[in-house]
């Protein structure tokens, strides 16, 4: 059992905080920011060298970058911030003790030495394989010996989080019934992550046999389709974690509850269930994987996971919605939305990453998921357009917007440039959104995904993209400083305010509205025309009929591929 002197009590919360799981808590999201900042710098060069009148970078340093890029923003940064979130939905939300310390910190370790590891690795050459690192292609073995180690780590970190729950329900620490909302929503991604890191080392061991000689052939197929398990359920962790952020913020700034608990937790379990399976279509196009394997994970699994994203994308503004007009916001459509508190960064960078998930993000991950549609963009731009739509706008987004929430109440310290971190969010959404839109719009256009020089210089033969593929990697260069900008914005703000920003007093409340008490909605006087949720229902409306046009446009655009006569 542990001690009262163990824990501390927020002054402006009320949150509990046991001291070994804050201290844990401070060390990830150090960790992960640091990273972000890495990957954000090479994600500039990247960007610069795919943009035809720059082309920053030669080949080699290209495709070096690229693998360090991929690996430190997709896998370090978003992993360590993820365990920080566990940490805290655990041993914070559930008033407890953390389970096992010593092990937290071991997982710590093994997270940052090989994170550190893989990247030495990189840098010293003969690893630029990408994140994919697709064999026969090798990398050196402290590459996957570091990748290996950051798995355990992880893995580690999640069973840390297991046994906090189990401790908390031994307790009784946060009373009766079932977890929290937002702890369930990260009990989902940590159990999707114990699949993910479990397929990651049943690749990534053989491989790293294969590469000191223990193992002489690793066939190329078996490792694709095993790796994507661990490559794409990565997302899939981050998807659950981000929408638990979503319920997080809406609850701390509004007071917000969702309408119906058992519904969203029902969508929590169709991620578990279904959500992953999403890696399909990365290899559609492989042979060896039966066309009824693919046509069931592209249609009928893929469809319950697309309806737990739109359970999610309606319950969570339809909370907020619910709260907003239970305070007096009740005027049309969208007064609720109107009157938000969009200066506020932690409001403002969860809403626009809920809206660049769905509208980007969702529906053309819908459409790279469908099976015949997926071979008209299958390994073009249109791919990592897709997923930067995902984890950066979706993912990153909502990630900054719980940082500024965690300043205050973690760290304990004022967040620094409050100017600054008003704009930082919609500076980094919209720079983001014009990447992935404009880079989506080349892929469409035949831009190949791993393409150092699309005019193809030097080469034997050549090949003339259409000149508008051309402007749109111009324009997504822009979007990329733009993106990196509202980036380095957060970055100044986040890590200003760790180590320089003034030390709370208790007695002084925060000098932005981040909190709100819990409010119960009566939905029978909100609304109008029978709807407590009027604006929520058109935003929906409006969201279906983008996917529709969207949809048939990709069916027309794929029917036009093949001529007949």
Known sequence: MATTAEFRTCPDTGLVFHKPAETLMKLNAVAGIVFLLVGGVLGLMLGLTRWPAVHLLPADWFYLLLTAHGLGVLVFWIIFFEIAVLYFTSSTLLKCRLATPRWAWLGFILMLIGSITTNVAIFQGGSSVMMTSYVPMSAEPHFYLGLILFAVGALIGCFVFLGTLVIARAERTYGEGSLPLVTFG??????????????????????LLWKIGYISYMDPLVYRVIWWAFGHSSQQINVAAHIAVWYA????????????????RMAFLLYILFLQLASAHHILVDPGISSEWKIFNTSYAMYLAVMASMIHGLTVPGAIEAAQRHKGFNKGLFEWLR????????????????IIFGFLGGISGVVMGTEQINLIIHNTLYVPGHFHATVVGGTTLAFMALTYWLIPVLFRREVMFPGLAKWQPYLFGIGMSGFSLFMMGAGTLGIPRRHWDISFSGALFSHDFPATAQLLLGVMGISTILAVIGGAAFIIVAVG?????KRKDPAVKFSMPLIAPSVTVDHARIGFAGVAVPGTLVLALVFLTAFVLYYFVNWKYLSSVWGLS
């Open 339 to 354: 009157k938000a508190p969009w200066g506020n960064p932690s409001f403002s960078g969860m809403f626009l990453s809920l």
């Open 497 to 501: 305010s760790v180590f320089f920003g």
């Open 249 to 264: 913020i809406a609850g701390v700034v509004f007071g917000a509850k969702p309408l119906s608990e058992k519904v969203s």
């Open 186 to 207: 990260a009990l989902t991604a940590c159990i999707i992550a114990i699949f993910t890191i479990a397929s990651g080392a049943i690749v990534l061991i053989p491989t």
